[in-house]
Structures are given as C-alpha cells and as structure tokens.
C-alpha cells in the first residue's frame, strides 16, 4: 500500500509534468486581441462570452457599419459598458465610401470619437480582393483610392487625436498601391498606421514596408495559411501563409523576430461564422505560431505591442 505522503508526490509530479508539457507545446501567456468586429448578425453577447472562454485579456473592438453611417455604433457601445474590463472601443467600419472618405464620414467619426472615447479608428476598407463568400464586382476587388483629399483631409484632423488608424490594404496590386500608401505613411509620419493580416502579403512586401517606415504595424490575423477564396489571378499575387504542417514556417519565424515591435496578434473575427471559430483562432495562434518564438518575442506579438499601441495596459 502506497503511502499517502508519497500519492501526494506523485499527483504533485504528475500535475508539474503536464504543466510543463503544455507550456512546451503551447504559448500559453496573455493574450491581447488587437482587432475584431462585429454586427447585428452576430449575437454579441454570445460573441463576448467566446472571448471570455478563450482567456482573452482584453479586445480592441470596432461596429460594422454595413447599410448606414454609424449603424451598430450604440449597440456596441452598450455591450463595452457591461464588458468594460475587457472590450477597447474603435470607432466603426464603413463600407459605403464611394470613391473618397466624405466630409459626413469624417466629421461623424470625429465627433464620436471624442464622445466615446475611442482608441482607435476601426479598419477603413481601402482594397478588399473579392472573396466566394463575399460580394462580387466587375472589377473584382472593393477599391478605393488613398491618395483621395477626402481621404487626407480625415488624416489631418485624426493626427490630432493621437490614436492608430487601422488600414484595410491588400497587396495584391503592388505596383498600384505601394507609392501611394507609402507617400501616405510618410506624409503623416505622427500617425499609426495598423494594417490588418499583414495585407495577406509576402515576405519580401512586408519587409519593404515595415523597413521604410516606422510607423506602421500590423496583426497576424488570418495568415495562418495561404488565402485561398479569392481568384486564382489574385492568389496568385498574394503571400503565402505562415504555417505548414501546423508549423511555423522558418523565413516568417525570422521576419516576426526581426520586426519583433510592430507586429500584434489578432483574430479579426467579424462574420457570424467566424466568431464560432473564435476559440479556434486564438488555439492556432497559440500552438501554431506564438509558440515558435523566444518567449519574450512571442510576449510583445502577444500583447506588449498593443498595450502600447492602444495605451492600455493588462492587469
């Protein structure tokens, strides 16, 4: 018979064991969802309990504004003050631009993100490659131009509010869209600019821009794998993804440690479907690419990085 002394030893040792285990085969530290969204097709408050389960720290969140100016705005605003240890606002995505950013748009944002408080200016949707499950054009791609006046003039008044600006740029269409944006990230060098899912680009494209300037970062969000629901011409044109074999891949493990500050871990979690794959995305991110990292690389991509981007700090 076993003494008792000695079972407790050896439940100690067991627990100790998978501990570790786990540790080794999952980065398991916290965890700062540095951009996702939301609208009236998803149960928010069933979306917010998905976060909770995925031990999520704290969610830099934004409204989809699909069919109107603001719409969803208020909705959000009042599932942040029941979550507000955990939900950061952004002011709301609009998908009716047409051709620049107006002077509505602009002042609407402006007025509220003062009124609101908002952290940030929640993704304005620049180029967007037509995806099977999405809308379709006859050009194929949402697309709308940044060098618009529309445009400059709403960086010029959100310089002054001193908070990032997310950038929905796929680079898809180099040639076109790289002088123009980097002559915009110049310009505004006071600006933080946010571009999500590191523009579904490659290696080499991400390199060119992070090098050159210095206030530009970028999530991880959806670049696990290769995208494969635009076009066959479009795929073409687009990175490859950062994992295989549910590894990550060694040239994107040396580009997340050489950008080790500008890069943050995001889900972008926006459609219904999406957000019931909520816990599944965070699992991936943990297992398939922060785990790879020296810990405290994986740490800034974790959450340091927004903690500073978004001037809020994990308790």
Known sequence: MIPASSKRSLIFLIIIFFITSFKAYCYDGPLFDAMAQIDETVNMNQAIKNVRNASISKIALFARSRNSLGENEKKLIKLQKKNKDLIILGAPKYFLHNKDISKKFTNHTLANVDKYNYAFIGEILFTHA????????????????????????????????????MTHWEFYNWD??????????????????????????????????????????MTISKSLKKNTSVSREISL?????????????????????????????????HKKH??????????????????FLPNDVAEKIAYKNAEKIYGIKLK
């Open 130 to 165: 037509d995806k099977d499950h999405g809308r379709q054009h006859a050009s194929g791609e949402t697309y709308l131009d940044p060098s618009g006046e529309g445009h400059l003039n709403f960086l010029k008044f959100i310089s002054r509010k001193k908070i990032p600006v």
């Open 176 to 217: 076109r869209d790289f002088p123009k944006f980097s002559k915009i990230f110049n310009e505004f060098p006071e600006v933080t600019f946010i571009i999500p899912h590191m523009g579904f680009g490659s290696i080499n494209q991400i390199d060119t821009i992070l090098s050159l300037h210095p206030n530009v970062y």
């Open 237 to 269: 044109k687009i990175g490859e993804g950062m994992v295989e074999n549910k590894v990550l891949k060694p040239d994107w493990k040396n580009l997340l440690v050489k950008y080790q500050n500008r890069f943050m871990f995001a889900t972008d979690a």
């Open 274 to 291: 999406s957000w019931k794959k909520y816990d599944k995305k965070v699992k991936h991110a943990r297992k398939r690419v922060l785990r």
